[in-house]
Nanobody, 127 residues
Framework: QVQLVESGGGLVQPGGSLRLSCAASGFTLDYYAIGWFRQAPGKEREGVSCVNSSGASTHYADSVKGRFTISRDNAKNTVYPQMNSLKPEDTAVYYC????????????????????WGQGTQVTVSS
């Protein structure tokens, strides 16, 4: 059974950092890109970043460039978004996803409900 489980969310003060995790089971992570998305209350889901199957290529939304980095440890079947210099507007539920089809990253608009999604982890940035 394909499963993605996010963890590492929580409450952090503005300017702080969090390291999220996306642990995969039921398939081998090595061959597939992993996308990260977030959804704030009342807003549409937003693509945040993506890492290709090898980890050599990463993509970031303009809103997080220079603050977020994404890496992966295929041996552990896990992807790690590192979020630094957090802002209140980063508050959202964060999700990881894979399509189990390709190793390269899709543009955010090409991800949809037919892909595999985790249950999300809440990140709240507040003083």
């Amino acid at each position: 059974q394909v499963q993605l489980v996010e963890s590492g969310g929580g409450l952090v003060q503005p300017g702080g950092s969090l390291r999220l995790s996306c642990a995969a089971s039921g398939f081998t992570l090595d061959y597939y890109a992993i996308g990260w998305f977030r959804q704030a209350p009342g807003k549409e889901r937003e693509g945040v970043s993506c890492v290709n199957s090898s980890g050599a290529s990463t993509h970031y939304a303009d809103s997080v460039k220079g603050r977020f980095t994404i890496s992966r440890d295929n041996a552990k079947n896990t992807v790690y978004p590192q979020m630094n210099s957090l802002k209140p507007e980063d508050t959202a539920v964060y999700y990881c996803a894979t399509d189990l089809e390709q190793g390269g990253c899709k543009v955010p608009s090409d991800w949809n409900e037919s892909d595999y999604w985790g249950q999300g982890t809440q990140v709240t940035v507040s003083s």
